[in-house]
């Protein structure tokens, strides 16, 4: 009767830690994967996929120890370290390894790629501890109790209540982690696929003066009639503040460039697939760092290779 007993408790504290990783993946990436789907971007599940494996692992391992051993500071300090690898692949996944991992999968993009050691990094990893820490500590010591309480309880509803306890919290976990980090690499993708449609969209077409300046058209009028081909979206560079990024827009036969500055478009360019890092790369000393008033453009701290129209 006890192993009975044991082994039920073990499968539920299983099956407890699988739903915590899987729901905190699904807020944390899952959402974002759907959008940059709808939005043309290159490799959408790239953060994804390699976290649902580790996350799920990581839950599984988890909520078994913490059911086995039925020990309040074993809990602890299980869920703690779960949230430490929580907020350690929200902080690093868009800035260490899907960069790492894209330059496998498709290494022509490796020349431009460059991502910037995140300045004041302490800063996101005391807001990550304390909005996922917090959550996914609170579920864990929930654990046991919400275990017990359903092997004592006689109705289908008793039975699922730390089903249906665990994935509100850990959805809020994960959606904590997109608003810290995900959404920053989300964000100037989402911006320039809006220009380009817009782009196509008034393409050719003689449009007033205060819209075409409320809808930044002037951004994209470098690329001419390429708004009007079928595209794939990729951001490659970020500062060490993720104020300044850059979208790869690739159009199969050309590409070009698309740099966003504090959720604001700034220019796009057209550049060569073969040029070279070091020479996209070679004036960056050369800090230019003004405001076009009549384009409302901001521009920060990067070279021209072709002129500005407005």
Not at 76 to 91: D, E, H, K, N, P
Not at 294 to 306: E, K, Q, T
Request: with cysteine; proline share 5%.
């Amino acid at each position: 009767m006890v192993s009975e007993f044991s082994r039920k408790r073990i499968n539920l504290g299983v099956l407890y830690g699988f739903t915590a990783g899987l729901f905190f993946t699904l807020a944390g990436w899952g959402m974002d994967a759907i959008v940059l789907s709808r939005y043309h971007a290159s490799l959408p599940f790239l953060k994804f996929f390699p976290a649902l494996f580790i996350c799920l692992l990581a839950g599984v391992l988890a909520g078994y120890l913490t059911a086995k051993f039925e020990n309040g500071l074993v809990s602890l300090l299980l869920w703690t370290g779960l949230a430490v690898l929580f907020t350690y692949l929200v902080i690093n996944l868009p800035t260490k390894f899907s960069p790492w991992l894209f330059n496998r999968i498709k290494p022509d993009y490796a020349q431009i790629i460059k991502f910037d050691d995140l300045e004041k990094v302490g800063v996101y990893w005391f807001y990550g501890i304390f909005a996922i820490g917090l959550t996914c500590i609170l579920c864990g010591i929930m654990e046991n109790l919400l275990i017990d309480q359903s092997l004592a309880s006689s109705s289908t509803m008793g039975v699922l209540i730390p089903l249906l306890v665990c994935p509100i919290f850990m959805t809020g976990a994960g959606l904590s982690g997109d608003l810290l980090m995900t959404s920053h690499f989300r964000e100037p993708l989402v911006i320039i696929e809006n220009l380009l449609q817009n782009g196509a969209n008034y393409y050719g077409q003689e449009v007033d003066p205060l819209k075409a300046r409320e809808m930044r058209l002037s951004v994209v009028q470098p690329l001419g009639d390429l708004v009007l081909e079928s595209h794939s979206l990729t951001v490659v560079s970020s500062d060490n503040y993720l104020g300044m990024m850059k979208v790869l827009v690739d159009f199969e036969d050309e590409w070009a460039l698309c740099h966003v500055v504090y959720s604001q478009p700034s220019f796009c360019e057209i550049i060569k697939p073969n040029f070279k890092v070091d020479q996209y790369y070679a004036h960056e000393d050369r800090k230019i760092t003004g405001i076009d008033i009549h384009n409302d453009d901001i521009i920060l701290g990067s070279n021209f290779p072709v002129p500005l129209t407005t």
